[in-house]
C-alpha cells in the first residue's frame, strides 16, 4: 500500500488539506492588512507604529479594507476546501472572531483608538468569513453552469 492510499483511507490527507485551506485564508488576511497598514503608514496617512489613532475616520478605513481582506480570506479558505467550502469559511470567521477578540482584550485599555473599532473587528470577523465562502459558492456554480 502506497503512502497516498493509505493518507485517503485515514483521512489525514484530508483533515491536511482542511487545515491547510483555512491557514492560507488566515495568512491572507493577516499578510494583507499588515501590508496594507505598513503603505499607509509610510504614506504618513496613519501616525508612527505604536502611537495612538484617535481619528474615526482613519479607524473605519482600516475597518473596511480589513473586511474586504476577510471577505477574500473566506473566498480563498472555500476555494481550496477538500470538501464542505462554507464550513472551512465559517471555521475561518470563528478563528477571526477568536483573534480579534483577544486582540481587543489587549489593545482597548492601551487606549490607541476608539474602542468600537476592534470591537467591530471581532463582529465582523465571521460574517464577511462566511460572505467569502458565499461568494466562491456562487461563482463555483455560475462557473459549472
Given at each position: 500500500?502506497?503512502?497516498?492510499?493509505?493518507?485517503?483511507?485515514?483521512?489525514?490527507?484530508?483533515?491536511?488539506?482542511?487545515v491547510?485551506?483555512v491557514?492560507?485564508?488566515?495568512?491572507?488576511?493577516?499578510?494583507?492588512?499588515?501590508?496594507?497598514?505598513?503603505?499607509?503608514?509610510?504614506?504618513?496617512?496613519?501616525?508612527?507604529?505604536?502611537?495612538?489613532?484617535?481619528?474615526p475616520?482613519?479607524?473605519?478605513?482600516?475597518?473596511?479594507?480589513?473586511?474586504?481582506?476577510?471577505?477574500?480570506?473566506?473566498?480563498?479558505?472555500?476555494?481550496?476546501?477538500?470538501?464542505?467550502?462554507?464550513?472551512?469559511?465559517?471555521?475561518?470567521?470563528?478563528?477571526?472572531?477568536?483573534?480579534?477578540?483577544?486582540?481587543?482584550?489587549?489593545?482597548?485599555?492601551?487606549?490607541?483608538?476608539?474602542?468600537?473599532?476592534?470591537?467591530?473587528?471581532?463582529?465582523?470577523?465571521?460574517?464577511?468569513?462566511?460572505?467569502?465562502?458565499?461568494?466562491?459558492?456562487?461563482?463555483?456554480?455560475?462557473?459549472?453552469?
Amino acid at each position: 500500500m502506497n503512502g497516498r492510499v493509505a493518507e485517503h483511507e485515514t483521512g489525514q490527507g484530508g483533515v491536511m488539506r482542511s487545515v491547510g485551506a483555512v491557514c492560507l485564508g488566515f495568512v491572507a488576511v493577516v499578510a494583507l492588512s499588515l501590508g496594507t497598514d505598513e503603505i499607509l503608514h509610510v504614506l504618513e496617512v496613519y501616525p508612527p507604529w505604536g502611537e495612538p489613532m484617535p481619528q474615526p475616520g482613519l479607524n473605519l478605513l482600516a475597518l473596511v479594507y480589513r473586511d474586504a481582506f476577510a471577505v477574500l480570506g473566506g473566498a480563498l479558505a472555500a476555494r481550496f476546501a477538500p470538501r464542505s467550502p462554507m464550513r472551512h469559511a465559517v471555521v475561518l470567521g470563528i478563528v477571526g472572531t477568536l483573534m480579534g477578540t483577544m486582540g481587543a482584550v489587549a489593545t482597548i485599555p492601551l487606549h490607541l483608538g476608539p474602542a468600537w473599532y476592534p470591537i467591530a473587528l471581532v463582529v465582523s470577523a465571521l460574517p464577511c468569513s462566511w460572505l467569502g465562502g458565499l461568494s466562491w459558492q456562487r461563482t463555483r456554480k455560475a462557473a459549472n453552469s
